[in-house]
């Protein structure tokens, strides 16, 4: 069946009885009784049948992993002997077919080495039920004749901690009661040592609501913010599973728990009797909620995972009632458990009864670590230029690892790593060739060329060529006396950063030794040593030009040479005569004192990411905007013939997209996984937030301009404001993608608009 998402955890019911009389049990006290008529302990054919059951989902999906939790009832009661066929089975059949990953959770009441020595066996870890200190714990988890099970439970906890069975710890699993001090009981579960902490909200539906001891509707979430300001005082001593679930998804992230965000369920239980039911916590709802009909007897988990029932919790947006789709935070709550959202008049269509709790734990996190959870990328440009340069690296390692064995590759491979440990000139010499804009165009071709199979070994020639072109340039930066060997094609060969050497008849191919000297570069291809550059050009020299946009700015290479300048949307023009040079400098030069006259702070941005400027063909088009293409940072594509004034808005504009660029490169601005839409005021159709905050991103520094200059049209600063609410709202921004609409909102604000 298509468009199934596969079952990736399995919760297997070895024994439906249990040995507490736990009175927030959604088993044994909340509508559904099921667990009356079913087997205490999970036969040995239910075993085998689940274990093929689930041996052939995984061979059907390509499952590279599977989870098995044992549980309840109470799993420990089914015994060492019934656990020891469970294991035996489930590894029997998943041998081969995918990696098996075998949990238990429990109270702990009946854990002793029997168990654990065959849980060490098998590799099965141990979570266990504790919900705090003594006092917390005996408020619910107590036995049938009302005694305290919290002394048993610590000497299983002990026990588990001990070797040889601490590698089997998983966690603890702690139900939320607002009567109980926050802070004792973190300190009670963190004194444990746990390798994770998990707190649940009580199962409770809008026909059983949670209890509110105070009347107020936020009593959970002001519990759960006490012991995150006490996890946080601790410094985060143990992992809490709703904590890295909420942090995860305000970053972008995915949900860590089924209790909270947006990601698809991937849960089936079988019961004793070998039911296939939907998650345990829908017992809570109504009697038979969890039921689907199906039975590991006669149907294929792929029939569970077409169940109504389970799609419905796989729809992510769609799947959540219209209230929350509209919610800012929905990504990080999700609407809530599915199970928290039934009402006996329309199901499950609805917010969590727990939403107010939700809204304001999400918020209260949130305005917490939103500072210190903001990618520093968004306000330290010497922290973007670091990142993007290792992005820049990471990209060509990979570009290595596919080419490393090409012998001219593999020299030029080499130069790089000895320029880089000659030194501090070494390392900035380096830094500039990578840094060079069109040299992640080259790499991620390469790449593109490997991954669509194109690569064959034309491709990996014209690689090696590139690279010993980038280690010879370096080499030629940095002053070093290395070997600096280049292979030519078409008589050409292009040092990026540098200039374009001419190295013999159009058509011919070959290498080159090149060299520093004391006033420029000498190459030597088996003629007369010739020396060159670097900013003097001759008939076999053509260097990179310059310019600089003022006293207190970096020159700006005009690259109108590197074959990979070709990456912008209309194609560049080819190298420019010596007066066209000049007259674009000159354009340049009057387009940017425009912008420092207009709009000073938004040129002062531009100029300091500024690197490289590329002529495009043509005129000003689509408003005069400028052009960020496929590239590193610090290149922009200008139309070459646009006047001084469009010259102005393309740099304007051209360098609000490109920065744009490097940062959603490098940091997560809003999340990739969503469907939503929202309105635009420049566009006819909903656009999703990536465009809306693209072009509120360059609409404010354009609205700022055209004031400044006196060009702004009615309506104008109304519309920018429309989308920067329309963004503020948004659930797919993460923290650092609220601080930048917040960044944009200031700046209009400044611009007087």
């Known amino acids: 069946m298509t468009g199934l998402i596969a079952f990736r955890e399995i919760v297997l019911k070895v024994h439906s009885r249990c040995d507490l009389a736990c009175d927030h049990c959604y088993v044994y006290e909340h509508a559904d009784q099921s667990w009356r008529a079913r087997p205490k302990v999970i036969s040995p054919e239910v075993v085998s049948r689940t274990a093929s059951r689930l041996a052939e989902h995984a061979r059907a999906h390509a ?136 707190f649940l909200l009580p199962h409770s539906t809008w026909e059983t609501p949670p209890a509110r001891p105070d009347g107020l509707p936020d009593a959970y979430a002001r519990w759960l913010l006490r012991v995150f300001d006490h996890w946080e005082r601790l410094e985060r001593p143990v992992p809490v599973r709703l904590f890295s679930s909420l942090l995860s998804t305000l970053r972008g992230g995915p949900s860590l728990t089924e209790s909270l965000g947006l990601t698809p369920t991937d849960l089936v239980v079988v019961e004793t009797d070998g039911s296939l039911e939907q998650a345990d916590s829908l017992k809570s709802a109504f009697d038979g909620a969890a039921a689907t009909g199906f039975n590991v007897f006669d149907h294929a988990f792929d029939e569970v995972a077409a169940h109504p029932g389970v799609r419905a919790r796989q729809l992510g947006l769609a799947g959540v009632s219209a209230a929350c789709r509209a919610c800012p935070v929905v990504r990080s709550c999700g609407g809530g458990l599915y199970t928290h959202r039934y009402r006996s008049t329309n199901g499950f269509d609805n917010p969590s009864v727990y939403c107010a709790d939700l809204r304001e734990l999400v918020d209260g996190v949130e305005g917490r670590t939103a500072l210190r959870e903001t990618a520093p990328e968004l306000t330290d440009p010497a922290a973007l230029a670091r990142s993007q340069q290792e992005l820049t690296r990471v990209l060509l390692a990979r570009l290595h690892a596919d080419l490393a064995a090409g012998p001219g590759w593999a020299r030029a491979w080499e130069l790089l790593a000895e320029v880089e440990r000659a030194g501090e000139a070494g390392a900035d010499a380096l830094d500039a060739v990578l840094d060079h804009p069109f040299t992640r165009s080259w ?154 006259g207009a709009v000073p702070a938004q040129a002062r941005a531009g100029a300091a990411g500024l690197t490289t400027l590329t002529p495009l063909a043509g005129g000003p088009r689509s408003g005069g905007r400028g052009e960020a293409g496929r590239h590193g940072p610090g290149a922009l594509g200008v139309p070459y013939a646009a006047g001084t004034r469009e010259t102005a808005l393309a740099l304007l504009t051209g360098g609000r997209r490109a920065r744009l660029r490097a940062l959603t490169e490098v940091a997560d601005l809003y999340a990739l996984d969503g469907e939503w839409q929202h309105p635009s005021p420049w566009r006819e159709h909903p656009v999703p937030v990536s465009r809306l905050l693209a072009d509120a991103h360059e609409q404010v520094a354009v609205e700022a301009y055209l004031r400044a200059t006196g060009d702004a049209g009615p309506g104008g600063a109304d519309r920018v404001h429309r989308a920067l609410d329309r963004l503020s709202a948004a659930a797919e921004l993460t923290v650092t993608g609220k601080r930048l609409v917040a960044e944009l909102r200031r700046e209009l604000t400044e611009a007087g608009a």
């Not at 939790?69 to 015994?79: D, N, R, Y």
């Not at 601490?166 to 109980?180: E, K, M, P």
């Not at 590197?562 to 400098?585: H, I, Q, T």
């Open 63 to 198: 499952l590279p992993s599977v989870t098995v939790i044992l549980h309840g009832g109470e799993p420990l009661l089914a015994g060492p002997g019934r656990l020891r066929l469970v294991c035996e089975e489930f590894t029997r059949a998943l041998a081969g077919t995918a990696a098996l990953d075998l949990r238990i959770h429990t109270n702990g009441l009946q854990l002793g080495t029997r168990h654990l020595d065959l849980f060490a066996e098998y590799g099965v870890r141990v979570g266990i039920s504790l919900d705090g200190d003594r006092a917390a714990n005996d408020r619910h988890r107590r036995f049938a004749d009302g005694r305290t099970s919290h002394p048993l439970v610590l000497a299983a906890v002990a026990l588990l901690r001990s070797e040889p069975y601490r590698h089997l710890y998983q966690g603890l699993l702690c139900t939320v009661d607002v009567a109980n001090d926050p802070v004792a009981v973190l300190d009670a579960l963190v004194g444990l040592d746990p390798p994770r902490v998990d």
């Open 443 to 596: 790499v991620l071709a390469a790449l593109d060329a490997g991954r669509e199979g194109r690569r064959d070994a034309g491709h990996a020639g014209h690689a090696a060529r590139r690279l010993t072109a980038l280690a010879a340039a370096a080499v030629l930066r940095g002053g070093l006396e290395l070997p600096a060997e280049v292979l030519y094609r078409d008589g050409e060969v292009y040092l990026p950063t540098l200039g374009l050497l001419r190295l013999g008849e159009p058509g011919t191919d070959g290498r080159a030794a090149l060299r520093a000297t004391d006033e420029g570069y000498a190459v030597r291809d088996g003629r007369a040593e010739h020396r060159f550059g670097p900013a003097r050009g001759d008939a076999r020299w053509q260097p990179v030009r310059r310019w600089s946009p003022g006293p207190d700015a970096a020159p700006v290479a005009l690259e109108d040479l590197d074959p990979y300048r070709n990456c912008f949307a209309r194609p560049p023009r080819l190298r420019l005569g010596a007066g066209e040079a000049e007259e674009w400098r000159v354009r340049l030069a009057g387009a940017w004192a425009l912008l420092r």
